[in-house]
């Protein structure tokens, strides 16, 4: 079974998410389109942990497709940190870039920052790799980063602008890069 299919799976799969997810997160560029959906984890010591599940897709010679499952811990750096909340999790990506098929289990990292005396603005910055050790297939290293700048127009509605890249190493190739630039999107929260 090649990559496009079980990421294909993975989307049908997503419905589910859909129909009973807690956030939708959807942006988009000239060329690329991604839509994730996050549920909480339901855990009582942790209040802010979620799963969540995505889709990527690049629109290019290559159609360049990539899907994710994962999960994140987050809450507030500290007293002295007030509007800073950083997290901790882990994602598994199925990626078909330019012609080679790479799965990833990463680990990463996340800070997010809203002043106190503007709290409607955010700045995300989000980073996941999997060296070569959890990469797999044609691949030998995995790196997701992504920022974005963001105003909550309503209490659960951000908009947002923002930049992310997603590289792979590819064995005895050099390096893919599945998609790298700016986009904009918007993230509900429901109820």
């Known amino acids: 079974m090649s990559i496009q299919r079980v990421v294909l799976a993975l989307g049908i799969l997503a419905v589910p998410v ?3 997810g807690q956030a939708i997160d959807a942006n988009l560029s000239d060329k690329a389109v991604e839509v994730e959906f996050k549920n ?3 855990l009582n010591k942790f209040k802010r942990a979620f799963y969540d599940i995505g889709f990527l897709y690049k629109d290019d010679k290559k159609n360049n497709t990539m ?3 994962g999960f994140e811990v987050s809450g507030p750096a500290g007293s002295n940190a007030v ?3 950083v997290g901790a999790g882990a994602k598994a990506y199925l990626a078909s870039i330019a012609d080679y098929d790479v799965v990833a289990v990463t680990l990463g990292l996340m800070a997010r920052y809203a002043p106190p005396t503007a709290n409607r ?3 995300t910055f989000r980073a996941n790799y999997a060296p070569d050790i959890t990469t797999f297939n044609d691949g030998n290293k995995f790196f997701v980063r ?3 700048f963001g105003y909550e127009i309503l209490p659960d509605v951000e908009i947002y602008v923002g930049y992310r890249k997603v590289t792979a190493g590819i064995e005895n190739r050099p390096d893919a890069k599945m998609v790298e630039g700016g986009h904009v999107g918007i993230e509900w929260t429901l109820p």
């Open 146 to 148: 992504s920022a974005r």
């Open 83 to 85: 509007g800073l909340d």
């Open 18 to 20: 859909v129909t009973f």
């Open 67 to 69: 899907g994710q499952v």
């Open 40 to 42: 909480p984890l339901g």
């Open 121 to 123: 603005f955010a700045m």
